[in-house]
């Protein structure tokens, strides 16, 4: 059984920058590959990017490519989201999601984490 809790999130200007934790745990972490999803309310849950055990971090959709990126701490079990130029168009709940095989759908992961809120103020 993997556990995600994601921190970080809070609430920001649009320009500003945060970076989002995810501390996973459980056995045999090094199988899974680990992703990031938002949803804003009202909208579908949209796959922000994910990241094998070794890297490299893949699957930046066009509205978050350039500014957002995934990283991996394997010693610590942590995964990363680095959020700069944040827009209000970014604001929706950030969670962190482990599957054994790399997916790029919330209902393809095993497991999932309670989700950061992130609110970005024009």
């Known amino acids: 059984q993997v556990q995600l809790v994601e921190s970080g999130g809070g609430l920001v200007q649009a320009g500003a920058s945060l970076r989002l934790s995810c501390a996973a745990s459980g056995p045999y972490l090094n199988e899974y590959f680990m992703g990031w999803f938002r949803q804003a309310p009202g909208k579908e849950s949209e796959f922000v990017g994910a990241?094998?055990?070794?890297?490299?971090?893949?699957g930046y959709p066009d509205s978050v490519k350039g500014r957002f990126t995934i990283s991996r701490d394997n010693a610590k079990n942590i995964m990363f989201l680095q959020m700069n130029s944040l827009k209000p168009e970014d604001t929706a709940v950030y969670y962190c999601?482990?599957?054994?095989?790399?997916?790029?759908?919330?209902?393809?992961?095993?497991?999932r984490g309670q989700g950061t809120q992130v609110t970005v103020s024009s």
């Open positions: 999601a482990a599957a054994k095989t790399l997916a790029l759908k919330t209902g393809d992961y095993a497991y």
């Open positions: 990241i094998g055990y070794s890297g490299p971090s893949i």
